[in-house]
């Protein structure tokens, strides 16, 4: 019996996989697929942003030069060692088509940011990142299993049994990370709620007769939109058909070439299609992301849009967010109610990203209603606050946890924050044990943190740049849990260790 079986070898799956194994957890990976290579996660519809979160992620558990040298990324993290504000982004985004203007995002009025060695965003492949993760996974002893398609789910007061044809696959606790068609979110019975779709987007590769006759990039037009990227021969494009025709049937040349020319207004030819995949805004999420002994994480928990790229980005948030407390609770180290933060923190970031969808296709709607609301964005993006505001949302620089602190830090993504010696918060966390990071004098949370030494790693001296902070407790996930002033509290840091942590150990 592993301690923890995940369905879904994605990106995803695979995160949540090197978390656990990680902490020290037993873990099987199960995917359906006969293997990782598929076109669709290669060049050029393979082609995801990974935001500023989640390169911190790769960051802080030693992955970032990897996923940097895979996705064909330059990035010296050593340009400006001594600098305390972070870089300007290189991509702003957008919204609903109307790009945003990188430049213009003031970086200073970023909450708690500080320079860090990681860009503030990277382009790459779905294949490049699951490379990296099935690399990291394997240094860890993860057994991974393609060709296995799950169809039962039986669970009990002490485990889950997954079944697969004749063959049955037994865990402490079961994670489906298998995608918006989730075969676990339906054997295990989660109640999934939200809006049906408003169109049908379609992504190809294709060879077109006549390219100048599309303009580069997003063009909203009076039948639809259609996007032409950089990319040669990539073609987006977003039919308002209420997405009747999504997986209905395989769309031929002749279908594609008849909704390009409708939502283009030209009459471009397509002269092949050489790889087409199909989507709509359908935006749905379950009501909970914990059933027992089964829990969901990415797109099995939640579905919209790809517009603006967040679906990758908040299924890592997941998979950071849940990898430490379900290991926690494997260990039986874990406070009571630990586990359930998990839905209680994620549920509400993932109903903002959905929101943010419907809004996008609201906006992108073909009608007089919906070009007046662009207009008005347009004006709004265009300002520096506009800007600033639309790449805090889909960098993931606004999320904030509701911990029961008044402290404006606690619950963020802590900041980059570096001893005068050069030791940063990153360096410190890639065996994924917590941090308390104390910059008092007298370095007076030594004791105290001795007490979780096996879960929080303890470092001490006087910082490049503290913030005002006397000490800080973050937790596995990046997430700051504790922030003192210039004299800590020693018992106030006891108790959040306690309650993130459990008791501490006896000696």
């Not at 999504?246 to 070439?257: E, G, I, K, Y």
């Not at 995949?277 to 919209?304: C, E, K, N, P, W």
């Not at 406070?335 to 209680?344: K, V």
Request: proline content about 7%; some cysteine; charged content about 20%.
């Amino acid at each position: 019996m592993h301690d923890v079986v995940i369905v879904g070898a994605g990106p995803v799956g695979l995160f949540l996989a090197c978390e656990l194994s990680l902490a020290g957890c037993s873990v099987l990976v199960l995917e359906r697929e006969p293997g990782p290579h598929s076109p669709f996660k290669a060049e050029p519809l393979g082609m995801r942003g990974l935001s500023a979160a989640s390169v911190e992620a790769f960051y802080r558990r030693g992955m970032l030069q990897q996923v940097l040298t895979a996705s064909g990324v330059h990035h010296d993290p050593g340009a400006d060692p001594d600098a305390d504000e972070p870089s300007a982004p290189r991509l702003g985004g957008h919204f609903a088509g109307m790009v945003v203007d990188p430049a213009k995002v003031d970086v200073a009025a970023l909450p708690y940011r500080l320079s860090s060695p990681a860009p503030q965003d990277v382009l790459t492949y779905l294949e490049s990142i699951e490379a990296v993760l099935s690399e990291q996974a394997s240094k860890l002893d993860v057994e991974i299993r393609y060709g296995v398609t799950v169809s039962t789910i039986v669970q009990n007061d002490e485990g889950v049994v997954a079944g697969a044809g004749a063959d049955e696959y037994a865990a402490r606790w079961l994670v489906g990370c298998d995608g918006g068609r989730s075969a676990v979110r339906g054997l295990a019975g989660f109640e999934f709620v939200g809006t049906e779709p408003q169109f049908t987007g379609y992504s190809m590769h294709a060879t077109v007769a006549e390219p100048e006759k599309l303009r580069p990039g997003f063009n909203p037009t009076p039948t639809g939109m259609y996007l032409q990227p950089p990319n040669q021969g990539q073609i987006g494009m977003m039919d308002f058909d209420g997405g009747a025709f999504d997986r209905s049937q395989p769309p031929t040349l002749d279908h594609l070439q008849a909704v390009l020319r409708r939502v283009s207004g030209t009459d471009v030819t397509l002269s092949k299609v050489h790889l087409v995949s199909t989507f709509t805004d359908r935006a749905m999420q379950t009501t909970t992301y914990r059933q027992g002994r089964v829990l969901l994480a990415g797109d099995a928990a939640h579905i919209h849009s790809p517009l603006g790229g967040q679906g990758l980005n908040t299924g890592i948030g997941d998979a950071l967010n849940l990898g430490w407390k379900l290991a926690a609770t494997v260990h039986g180290n874990a406070p009571d109610g630990l586990l359930d933060t998990y839905t209680r923190e994620r549920h509400p970031i993932a109903e903002r990203v959905l929101d943010w969808s419907r809004a996008q296709v609201a906006a992108m709607r073909p009608d007089p209603h919906a070009q007046a609301i662009q207009g008005v964005i347009r004006d709004l993006i265009g300002t520096r606050d506009g800007t600033t505001y639309v790449f805090e949302r889909v960098s993931g620089s606004s999320i904030r946890y509701d911990l029961g602190s008044e402290h404006p830090l606690v619950g963020r993504n802590a900041p980059e924050l570096r001893l005068e010696n050069g030791t940063r918060l990153g360096d410190l966390m890639q065996d994924g044990r917590g941090v308390a990071l104390d910059f008092s004098t007298d370095r007076c949370l030594r004791g105290s943190a001795m007490g979780w030494e096996s879960r929080i790693r303890y470092a001490a001296g006087p910082a490049r740049n503290d913030l005002g902070l006397g000490a800080v407790l973050v937790r596995p996930d990046g997430v700051v849990a504790w922030a003192g002033d210039r004299t800590p509290d020693r018992e106030a840091f006891e108790r959040a260790a306690g309650h993130w942590f459990g008791g501490p150990e006896i000696h």
